[in-house]
C-alpha cells in the first residue's frame, strides 16, 4: 500500500525552514499478529516538539535524523488483527508523521467518545489539556479571588488554564498577541481582561489589568512578556512554568534574572513536564470532558488540511499564525 | 549621657560609599517605666540590608534618610527599670546603630546561654543560622546521597547550610571566592569538594565537582556563578533562593532566563525570607545550638573593632573581604 512520511533532514537552527523537512514515498508495513494500521486523520504540531528537533539531551530523546518526525496523532484503524480493536475504531497515540502507521496496541488508546469533535483529543481533551489541568491546579494552586495571569492564553494550553482558573473563583488576565485574539479572551473564554503583548503600551496596560498584583503566573512563553510580568509578583506567588515559546527558537535567551524579584516575593517558579501528573491524568480527562460537555470550557482550533502543510502548520505556532490549537487534518475519513 | 550614631546620609548607588554614613553625637534618652538602656557590643552587618538603603519598596521597610541604620546587636543591659532585665543581662535584638539604645523589653531578648562566643547570636545562632536552616530544610529538602551545592560557602549562611547538609548525609560541593575561603570548606568545614569562582576554570572545575547534577542548589549570590550553576541541575531539583549579593548594588541584572533549565529539569525555585519559617524558630535555635556544642558545625568570624569601622565593614560583604560572619565589636564590656 502506499505511503508518504517526513522526515527531519537536518537539525534546525532558528525556525524550522522547508530544508529541514523531506518527505518520502515509502510502503506501509503489513500487520503482524495483533497489530494493526491507523491511518492519521489529524496530526498535532506543539511547541515542545521544538527542542527534539535539537541534538542536545532534554527531556525528551531528540528526533533522529532521517527518521519520521513523531507527534500526538488522532487516526482510524484500517485494518486489524487485534481482538481488541475493529476497523473503523478512532485512536490517539504518539505516532510517526506517516500517512499510515502499522503498531502494535502498545502505541494507542481508543478515544472514550466519539460525540465531541475528535481534533478535541489533541487539545483540552488530550495532552495540552492535561499540561493546563496539572501544572495549574497542583503548582499554581489558584484561590477564590486571587489574580492568575497566564500568557498565551487564547492557545492551546493557555485557553484551558484561563478558563479552569475561572472556574476555580480567580480573576483571570489573558496575554495574547493581537486584537482577535485578545477580545476572544474575554468574549469567548470569559476571562476578566485580556492584554496585547504586541502593542507598545503593553507594561501599562498589563499594570492595569493587576491592580492587586499577581498571586499565580502560568509560564507559556518566556522572553520580554515575562520579565514585565515578573515586576508585578505577589508575595508568596506561585509560577508554574510550562514553556518558553518565545525563546525555543533563539540561541540567546537573556534578561532580567529572577533572583531578587523571588526573593522580595518570595515566590516559587517550578518547572514541569505533563508526564509528572501522571497518576492523575484519569481523573483529569474525566473531568475536563464534563467541563467540555457543560459549555464551560471552550476551545479554538486551527485545521490546516492536507500531509503537506505539517511543515508550515508547525512554524505557525512561533509566528503567532493560528489561534487555539494547531492540527493538521490529513485524511476525510472519519468526517 | 554622650552617645553617638550612625544615620542614612543619602541613598546609595552601587557599592554604599563614606557619603552614605553620617556620625552624629547624640544624648541617651533616659529609661521611663519598664525601659532599659542597651550597650551595643557587638553589631552585625548582613548584606540584605543593601535593599532597606534603597527607596523602593521590598519585603523589609526603607531605612529612613537621616535616621539611624537599624541592624541585629548583641548587646549588654547597663541600666533598667524593668523587673525582668537586670544590669548586665546580654541581650539581642534588632536596634539602631548606636553605641547606647534605651528600648522596652519588646525590642529585644535574653540570649539563652553566655557560654558560647556572644557573636554567634549574630550568626550561627542568630538570623543567618534560621535562615540556613530553614531554607534548607523546607525548601531544599536535602536527602542523603544527593548533591548539594551552596553558594558563598564560607559565609554566615552559607557555611551553616553546608553543615547541616553534610549532617543530612549529601555530598556537599562549596562554591567560595579565593584559595583561602576554599581551603576552609574542605578542611574545617568538612564539605566534600570546593570549587573558587574567581578562578578562570571556575566552569571546568564546578562540572568537576559535581559528576552526578546537582539536587539542591542553595542560591546566595546569583549572577554569573549561579548562570553555571543552573547548566547542572538535575531532574526535581530544588533551589531555596536566599539571597543574590553579587547583584544588590548593580543597576542592571541580566543574564540567562532560567525558564528553559526549568522545564527541563522539571526545578523548582523558590524565594524565601527567614520570617517565613518563625514558628520553627524556637526548635532550629536549640538544634543548632545542639550541633554547636557537640561541635558538629562551626562557625568563621570576622571582627573589626570599633564603632567608626561599621560602613567599611558593611562594604566588605560585597567584596569579599569578610571571612565567615562579619561583625563590629564597639564595646569591650563583655569581654
Known sequence: MNNEQIVLAERPEGLPGDDVFRYEDVETREPGRDEMVIESVYISVDPYMRGRMNDAKSYAKPFELDKPIESHIVGRVTESNNDDFAE???VTGVLPWKKFNTVSEDAVNKVPSTDVPLHLYLSTLGMPGQTAY???LNIGKPQEGETVVVSAASGAVGSVVGQIAKIKGARVVGIAGGTEKVDYLTETLGLDAGVDYKKDDFAERLAEAVPDGIDVYFENVGGTV???VFNHLNTFARVPVCGAISS?????DNGPRV???LIKSQA?????LVAQFKDDFKDASEQLAQWVQEGKVHSEVTIAEGFDRLPEAFRNLFTGDNFG???VKVSDSLD
Not at 248 to 252: D, F, H, Q, R, V
Open 259 to 261: 533572583q531578587q524579584k
Open 88 to 90: 473503523g475504531d478512532v
Open 134 to 136: 496539572g501544572g495549574l
Open 325 to 327: 490549537k494547531q492540527v
Open 248 to 252: 525555543y527558537n533563539s540561541k540567546e
Open 268 to 272: 516559587l517558579m517550578q518547572g514541569f
Open 226 to 228: 515575562s520579565d514585565e
